[in-house]
T-cell receptor
């Protein structure tokens, strides 16, 4: 079973920030939080990952609570191309070499 | 970023037949994985493709149904054997690239319809 829970869907207006929540209350001390997204008819794409500090890259920001039981993926200026299913995954530090357990994800719809 | 290609991109097959899906990565990778995504569902890991040895299967998946080969570091195949309509899914391979321990790259998927 997936170790994360996410709302099934959300939407936001183009140009606005999209804040995607994720609960991972059973995360263990050495597990990281990874975010992937799957645009329709494509394979999943890595977005960002973190352990306990907030992280930012060219795609998004990741905010992890101090107790590490939840996190939020932030797309600062959502575009129509950001419409996708976003998966929050808890995995080992070497996510590239680890089995990824995908939950149902959250479907983000960006409206014009 | 690593480029992963899969062949075929889609196929329509008759029940009882088998289909072999190829996955090619453009650079050396460490691990390779095969996932299944049933219609409207999330991804489920089928197995880890091990170079030069038998694949490691997840619960509910068996070698007789989904034989996997990985003859070298950049290539793997998944065969869906004795297909039934329930095998209609998207099959995706993924890989971890040498020097990038965090990122798992995914192929575009093979869309299989079994009639």
């Amino acid at each position: 079973d997936a170790k994360t829970t996410q709302p099934p869907s959300m939407d936001c207006a183009e140009g606005r920030a999209a804040n995607l929540p994720c609960n991972h209350s059973t995360i263990s001390g050495n597990e990281y939080v990874y975010w992937y997204r799957q645009i329709h008819s494509q394979g999943p794409q890595y977005i960002i990952h973190g352990l306990k500090n907030n992280e930012t890259n060219e795609m998004a920001s990741l905010i992890i609570t101090e107790d590490r039981k939840s996190s939020t993926l932030i797309l600062p200026h959502a575009t129509l191309r950001d419409t996708a299913v976003y998966y929050c995954i808890v995995s080992s530090p070497t996510g590239a070499n680890s089995k990824l357990t995908f939950g149902k994800g959250i479907t983000l719809s960006v409206r014009p | 970023s690593a480029v992963i290609s899969q062949k075929p991109s889609r196929d329509i097959c008759q029940r009882g037949t088998s289909l072999t899906i190829q996955c090619q990565v453009d650079s050396q990778v460490t691990m390779m994985f095969w996932y299944r995504q049933q219609p409207g569902q999330s991804l489920t890991l089928i197995a880890t493709a091990n170079q030069g040895s038998e694949a490691t299967y997840e619960s509910g998946f068996v070698i007789d149904k989904f034989p996997i080969s990985r003859p070298n570091l950049t290539f793997s195949t998944l065969t869906v054997s004795n297909m039934s309509p329930e095998d209609s899914s998207i099959y995706l391979c993924s890989a971890g690239r040498v020097g990038e321990p965090e990122t798992q790259y995914f192929g575009p998927g093979t869309r299989l319809l079994v009639l």
